[in-house]
């Protein structure tokens, strides 16, 4: 008789108990369900919505400053902050002895807005194209999927662009290597100067009354031209190796790479003939060019990372922040 009473009584508050939790997950648009359908998502992830766009907004105010700390060392040589080195020559050295030549093969603006045009548009287009035709997936506070895409792939390239820029000024500024034209940009010649063949000359006073020309006759370690030809090109030959998958690109696609590399190549070689570097200068900037696009392309950018998160598909694309490792190839 006890345990008939007791069950009852706990039945009748069991009852209610129900149906007011019943009521509500009602009232709250079913909450608890939140995480698998939606439902609900006004209720519970409005604080978590908040938090999660103001640490997206920290990382995209950190990734500006890296980008601005990474500049410092370019835009230093570029505003005259810091003058190179002045190194000596050995008296009756005929590496710089070379004539000076007006006129470039390829000169600055060529080569930059060749360089930023070819492979920032290719870029540009290619993540419209995913972001189209692929299914994408993004958590960026930003919620326009173009901007979030190129943001990140264009993001990575021009960070890698000024790390790379920054080191070659850093090397033409610390070693003030002398270009082969230096004696003639100087306007002096051995004679001029009455120097003992094989002696060291510290220092010479140059008679060319343009002091920038000069100035630049000692930035010849190592070559700018080799070094960002060979990072925008090698960049979009690797970024094609991830995005191009069209079965038909199966020898388009390497003969593209081939050419880009070629351009590369021949830039830095036009430098060698403009007598503006020595071979050795050119070399280094190849593979400084190289190793700077294979670092930004392989541990910066996401275009050779999987995405990890299971509940997503190998078709789509996975946005976790701006710059974020979880991307897949569509």
Known sequence: MFNSNSSTH?????LPRDAELQLRLADNGGAGEARENGAGKHFLRRPDERSFCTKRKMLVGLDILCLCIASIPFFACELKAVTPHLRGFFCGDPSITYPFVEGEAIPDSLLIAGGI???GLTIALGECFRVRFCS???RAFVRNRYISCLYKELGSFVFGGCVGQSLTNMAKLSVGRLRPNFLKVCNITYASIK???GAYVADVHCQQPRTKLVEEARKSFFSGHASFA?????????????RLSWRGARLL???VQFLLVMIAIYTGLSRISDYRH????????FIQGGLTAYWVAFYISSMFKPCTRPDLSPACISLE????SQQTVC
Request: with cysteine; hydrophobic share 40%.
């Open 10 to 14: 706990m039945n009748s508050d069991t």
């Open 117 to 119: 045009t070819i492979t």
């Open 136 to 138: 994408v997936h993004s």
């Open 195 to 197: 120097c003992t063949p």
């Open 230 to 242: 060979m990072y925008t090109m090698l960049y979009l030959a690797f970024y094609l190796q991830a």
């Open 253 to 255: 696609r390497p003969l």
């Open 278 to 285: 020595h071979p050795s200068d050119v070399l280094a900037g």
């Open 321 to 324: 922040s701006p710059l974020s």
